[in-house]
């Protein structure tokens, strides 16, 4: 291919021209702005629409004609998150600053009033505090279960045994099933009066056993549960860290007679460390999120609601569209707050070594 | 000439899009009529359909097509929400829960149907010959006022659901009778007479362990008095509380009495702290589930086909799965009563109860062209000989004319017990905060259910909740 055809003059600001990406911006957000005061939002949606547009299409032009096909062939995935993700997001950033609910036609702007509302009135901040306490018994006993778990089975199937592959497959499978068939198996699971674990206590003691009767019975179905569903995700991490080991190491250490536990703190966990803290990232941001196994089980009773499934209530169910925003962008604040705080203590143990 | 290109090519965009939207107006003015329609999966509305594609036949000579979304009863509500807010537009008719109506008649989704009503003397005959209270319940909104939004679809009345095995048996009748001195009743009449007295003697009676004598025989698990709904989701408490309320004389907050009825001092007085606590006090007489909160109505339907449980008082509309010997182990020893009530000093039972079923609506976006099918539909369904068929097959009609016919008892066993208590029904709020009040009602109610707080508390939460709510959206003054 000839490279002469290119090396045409960098375009002015006020050429018509398809790959001058400039003017298409400052023509684009003229005519955005202007359909925007003018016309009815029906309509001007879809000018600012074909703007943007017109904006993308005179980047892909002037990226082809650069030769820049790296830019262009990440470009879909970037126009898909842009869409999907970062215009969703700031929009409902926007929307937390206004008195808006989905189920009324009017918006009105309010500033940090529905932020200031959660944390101080005295309604709402004591339900939002005893929701957050309960997210956090959840994430921290949820996940140090499922760490535990995890691990132990990693360490088992790490090593050669009889019918190791169908156990494996056998012990991956809950985390392949729907979050709602575990919700809806475990639910009967518990019943007093159909599940099993009663009925096997009750042979025991004659009482039938009501395990949701209480906080710390519901909490510990639940824990049960999901521990039941993630544990494996864990298990996957670790396994995959355990088996990168080289078995040089280990005959090493066996020819200087080096003892189990130094074997595994000084060889074994090295190689493992890094996966066990992403399966830690991993599950401490799912099990902040969960909503869907309490939903299943208790429905937030016996004082089982968690954030989430506050924010799925006042946004979805009481259509109160700008306070759930709000809401969320709190628990984003948290959640970035955690996860920060979480790679900074990660990356200076991995420096310090 | 760059220049030329372009416009040629936007000219082309321009002239394709338009002929697409023309394309999709002629489809919508042609022969072919959809009504996208959204109901709860369960007999009432499968029935309905059944019967519109088998027999409908649109007067207009339209072909019509009625495309039904059934979605299950624990989703309703969030999916039809979700559907009308996030402005799909995708629903031309709906079963709306009779409660929704001022959320979604503020929201604009709802179609006010007074004029339509006005124009068709055939509909108009048909609404005026509607129950009153059912008419109030499921059409009105501001609650009970001529504003019409909604057509009746099933009207939904809680009623006894019991065994005859085990009421009928002599050795239990002879026992109760020296126990309380009260006869157990055996047919639907007595059945009828149950205040929650006897309702508690019975639940009482009932408890039995494994191995205890049931009725005769050694009972092979577990076997429990009574049933009613207390659980934690959408309604299921509230339900129960309102109708307890009701019967001892109280009230929740009165929207008919805006903006100068309270919240407080009403819903938290010292006669429903009484009737909330006796609510609580049959618990005991219950399957153990009821004590996690869980116990909704279909649980007890569960329990009570399962053979566990004496008496269940649930919702008609659940009643055709109890009755197929394939989903029921109790399918041939029914009987069928009024749902108990509170015993006045006058001597007659008050059974002021919480009204379920749903109406159907329109939506504000359908086109006349919609609209007028939608309408040659619903005076279809709401003709007589096809209420009679419906409710033969199953469902319930509000009209007068039907329901009084006296073929309507034999159709189906709980409709003796059935259209008595019309005149008892009440229904909750219909205001736009409904949802609001609801859910944290529900959420207090479930911490008395399950033990955690005295029925004074949670009241008192409740009325100082949506006293506050209420006077923030300028319903209490």
Same mark, same amino acid.
């Given at each position: 291919?000839?490279?002469?055809?290119?090396?045409?003059?960098?375009?002015?600001?006020?050429?018509?021209?398809?790959?001058?990406?400039?003017?298409?911006?400052?023509?684009g957000?003229?005519?955005?702005?202007?359909?925007?005061?003018?016309?009815?939002?029906t309509?001007?949606?879809?000018?600012?629409?074909?703007?943007?547009?017109?904006?993308?299409?005179?980047? *892909?032009?002037?990226?082809?004609?650069?030769?820049?096909?790296?830019?262009?062939?990440?470009?879909p995935?970037?126009?898909?998150?842009?869409?999907?993700n970062?215009?969703?997001?700031?929009?409902?950033?926007?929307?937390?600053?206004?008195?808006?609910?989905?189920?009324?036609?009017?918006?009105?702007?309010v500033?940090?009033?529905?932020?200031?509302?959660l944390?101080?009135?005295?309604?709402?901040a004591?339900?939002?505090?005893?929701?957050?306490?309960?997210?956090?018994?959840?994430?921290?006993?949820?996940?140090?279960?499922?760490?535990?778990?995890?691990?132990l089975l990693?360490?088992?199937?790490?090593?050669?045994?009889?019918?190791?592959?169908?156990?494996?497959?056998?012990v991956?499978?809950?985390?392949?099933?729907?979050?709602?068939?575990?919700?809806v #198996?475990?639910?009967?699971?518990?019943?007093?009066?159909?599940?099993?674990?009663?009925?096997?206590?009750?042979?025991?003691?004659?009482?039938?056993?009501?395990?949701?009767?209480?906080?710390?019975g519901?909490?510990?179905?639940i824990v049960?549960?999901?521990?039941?569903?993630?544990?494996p995700?864990?298990?996957?991490?670790?396994?995959?860290?355990?088996?990168?080991v080289?078995?040089?190491?280990?005959?090493?250490?066996?020819?200087?007679?080096?003892?189990?536990?130094?074997?595994f703190?000084?060889?074994?966990?090295?190689?493992?460390?890094?996966?066990?803290?992403?399966?830690?990232l991993?599950?401490?941001?799912?099990a902040?999120?969960?909503?869907?196994?309490?939903?299943?089980?208790?429905?937030?009773?016996?004082?089982?609601?968690?954030?989430?499934?506050?924010?799925?209530?006042?946004?979805?169910?009481?259509?109160?569209?700008?306070?759930?925003?709000?809401l969320?962008?709190?628990?984003?604040?948290?959640?970035?707050?955690?996860?920060?705080?979480?790679?900074?203590?990660?990356?200076?143990?991995?420096?310090?070594? | 000439?760059k220049?030329?290109?372009?416009?040629?090519? #936007?000219?082309?965009?321009l002239?394709?899009?338009?002929?697409?939207?023309?394309?999709?107006?002629?489809?919508?003015?042609a022969?072919?009529? *959809?009504?996208?329609m959204?109901?709860?999966d =369960?007999?009432?509305t499968?029935?309905?359909?059944?019967?519109?594609?088998?027999e409908?036949?649109?007067?207009s000579?339209?072909?019509?097509t009625?495309d039904?979304d059934?979605?299950?009863?624990?989703? #309703?509500?969030?999916?039809?929400?979700?559907?009308?807010?996030?402005?799909?537009k995708k629903?031309?008719?709906?079963?709306?829960?009779?409660?929704?109506?001022?959320?979604?008649?503020?929201?604009?989704?709802?179609?006010?149907?007074?004029?339509l009503?006005?124009?068709?003397?055939?509909?108009?005959?048909?609404?005026?010959?509607?129950?009153?209270?059912?008419?109030?319940?499921?059409?009105?909104?501001?609650?009970?006022?001529?504003?019409?939004?909604?057509?009746?679809?099933?009207?939904?009345?809680?009623?006894?659901?019991?065994?005859?095995?085990?009421?009928?048996?002599?050795?239990?009748?002879?026992?109760?009778?020296a126990?309380?001195?009260?006869?157990?009743?055996?047919?639907?009449?007595?059945?009828?007479?149950?205040? =929650?007295?006897?309702?508690?003697?019975?639940?009482?009676?009932?408890?039995?362990?494994?191995?205890?004598?049931?009725?005769g025989?050694?009972?092979?698990?577990?076997?429990?008095?009574?049933a009613?709904?207390?659980?934690?989701?959408?309604?299921?408490?509230?339900t129960?509380?309102?109708s307890?309320?009701w019967?001892?004389?109280?009230?929740?907050?009165d929207?008919?009495?805006?903006?100068?009825g309270?919240?407080?001092?009403?819903?938290n007085?010292?006669?429903?702290?009484?009737a909330?606590?006796?609510?609580?006090?049959?618990i005991?007489?219950?399957?153990?589930?009821?004590?996690?909160?869980?116990?909704?109505?279909?649980?007890?339907?569960?329990l009570?086909?399962?053979?566990?449980v004496?008496?269940?008082?649930d919702?008609?509309?659940?009643?055709?799965?109890?009755?197929?010997?394939?989903?029921?182990k109790?399918?041939d020893?029914?009987?069928?009563?009024?749902?108990?009530?509170?015993?006045?000093?006058?001597?007659?039972?008050?059974r002021?109860?919480q009204?379920?079923?749903?109406?159907?609506?329109?939506t504000?976006w359908?086109?006349d062209?919609?609209?007028?099918?939608?309408?040659?539909f619903?005076?279809?369904?709401?003709?007589?000989?096809?209420?009679?068929?419906?409710a033969?097959?199953?469902?319930?009609s509000?009209?007068?004319?039907?329901?009084?016919?006296?073929?309507?008892?034999?159709?189906?066993?709980?409709?003796?017990?059935?259209?008595?208590?019309?005149d008892?029904?009440?229904?909750? =709020?219909?205001?736009?905060?409904?949802?609001?009040?609801?859910?944290?009602?529900?959420?207090?109610?479930?911490?008395?259910?399950?033990?955690?707080?005295?029925?004074?508390?949670?009241?008192?939460?409740?009325?100082?909740?949506?006293?506050?709510?209420?006077?923030?959206?300028g319903?209490?003054?």
């Amino acid at each position: 291919m000839t490279t002469t055809v290119i090396q045409s003059t960098p375009s002015s600001l006020t050429t018509l021209a398809p790959d001058n990406w400039k003017l298409a911006i400052i023509g684009g957000l003229g005519v955005s702005i202007l359909a925007c005061l003018a016309l009815p939002a029906t309509i001007s949606f879809w000018i600012v629409a074909l703007m943007v547009a017109i904006v993308a299409a005179a980047f *892909v032009v002037n990226a082809y004609r650069r030769h820049y096909y790296g830019g262009l062939l990440a470009a879909p995935a970037i126009a898909v998150l842009f869409v999907m993700n970062i215009f969703p997001l700031l929009w409902s950033l926007g929307l937390s600053f206004f008195a808006y609910q989905s189920n009324q036609q009017t918006i009105r702007f309010v500033g940090l009033a529905n932020y200031s509302k959660l944390l101080t009135d005295d309604l709402k901040a004591p339900e939002l505090w005893a929701n957050l306490t309960n997210t956090a018994m959840f994430t921290v006993l949820t996940v140090s279960v499922q760490m535990l778990t995890g691990f132990l089975l990693a360490v088992l199937f790490a090593k050669q045994f009889p019918l190791r592959r169908y156990l494996l497959i056998l012990v991956l499978t809950p985390m392949m099933l729907s979050v709602v068939a575990v919700g809806v #198996f475990f639910s009967y699971y518990y019943d007093p009066t159909f599940g099993i674990i009663s009925q096997v206590i009750k042979a025991w003691t004659g009482e039938q056993f009501i395990l949701f009767s209480s906080k710390t019975g519901a909490v510990a179905g639940i824990v049960f549960a999901d521990a039941w569903m993630w544990s494996p995700f864990v298990m996957l991490l670790v396994l995959a860290g355990l088996v990168s080991v080289p078995t040089y190491l280990y005959e090493a250490a066996a020819i200087d007679r080096v003892g189990s536990w130094r074997r595994f703190w000084t060889i074994t966990f090295p190689y493992i460390r890094g996966l066990l803290m992403l399966a830690l990232l991993f599950r401490t941001i799912e099990a902040f999120k969960m909503a869907d196994l309490i939903i299943l089980l208790t429905k937030g009773g016996n004082d089982t609601m968690t954030i989430s499934y506050h924010v799925i209530r006042i946004a979805n169910e009481q259509n109160k569209t700008s306070e759930g925003a709000a809401l969320s962008y709190l628990l984003l604040f948290v959640v970035i707050v955690l996860t920060n705080l979480y790679l900074y203590i990660a990356n200076r143990r991995s420096q310090g070594n | 000439m760059k220049y030329k290109t372009r416009l040629k090519s #936007f000219a082309a965009a321009l002239s394709f899009a338009s002929l697409l939207t023309i394309g999709g107006a002629i489809k919508a003015s042609a022969e072919d009529v *959809v009504l996208h329609m959204a109901v709860p999966d =369960w007999p009432p509305t499968r029935i309905m359909k059944a019967m519109f594609d088998k027999e409908y036949k649109p007067e207009s000579g339209n072909k019509v097509t009625l495309d039904v979304d059934f979605i299950p009863w624990p989703d #309703f509500y969030t999916r039809v929400n979700a559907s009308l807010t996030s402005g799909e537009k995708k629903y031309n008719m709906a079963v709306s829960d009779s409660q929704w109506l001022g959320a979604f008649v503020e929201g604009g989704y709802f179609r006010k149907i007074n004029d339509l009503i006005d124009a068709d003397p055939a509909l108009k005959t048909a609404m005026d010959g509607m129950h009153p209270k059912i008419l109030n319940a499921y059409s009105t909104y501001p609650n009970s006022t001529p504003n019409y939004y909604g057509f009746p679809q099933f009207p939904d009345i809680l009623v006894s659901y019991a065994r005859k095995d085990i009421f009928c048996n002599d050795e239990e009748q002879k026992n109760f009778k020296a126990k309380y001195n009260k006869k157990l009743p055996c047919t639907g009449e007595e059945m009828d007479s149950i205040d =929650w007295d006897l309702f508690g003697n019975i639940g009482e009676f009932f408890m039995r362990k494994k191995g205890d004598m049931l009725a005769g025989q050694p009972a092979d698990d577990d076997f429990y008095g009574v049933a009613f709904q207390v659980g934690k989701g959408y309604d299921f408490s509230s339900t129960s509380v309102h109708s307890f309320v009701w019967q001892a004389g109280g009230d929740i907050w009165d929207e008919t009495k805006a903006p100068d009825g309270h919240a407080e001092g009403q819903v938290n007085s010292a006669v429903a702290v009484k009737a909330l606590d006796h609510m609580l006090s049959f618990i005991k007489y219950m399957p153990p589930v009821a004590k996690t909160g869980t116990m909704d109505i279909f649980k007890s339907d569960e329990l009570f086909r399962a053979g566990k449980v004496a008496l269940n008082v649930d919702w008609v509309g659940l009643g055709e799965a109890s009755l197929d010997p394939k989903t029921s182990k109790v399918a041939d020893k029914l009987i069928f009563g009024k749902a108990p009530g509170t015993m006045g000093a006058d001597g007659k039972i008050n059974r002021t109860s919480q009204i379920g079923g749903q109406p159907f609506v329109l939506t504000t976006w359908n086109t006349d062209v919609i609209n007028k099918e939608a309408v040659g539909f619903v005076k279809w369904w709401l003709s007589k000989d096809v209420q009679m068929e419906y409710a033969s097959k199953g469902g319930q009609s509000a009209i007068k004319e039907v329901y009084s016919d006296p073929k309507y008892v034999s159709l189906r066993p709980w409709n003796r017990a059935w259209a008595s208590q019309l005149d008892d029904q009440k229904d909750m =709020w219909h205001v736009p905060q409904f949802f609001d009040l609801l859910t944290q009602q529900q959420d207090q109610y479930d911490l008395a259910i399950t033990g955690k707080q005295d029925a004074k508390t949670t009241l008192d939460n409740v009325a100082k909740y949506q006293e506050k709510l209420l006077k923030d959206a300028g319903l209490i003054k």
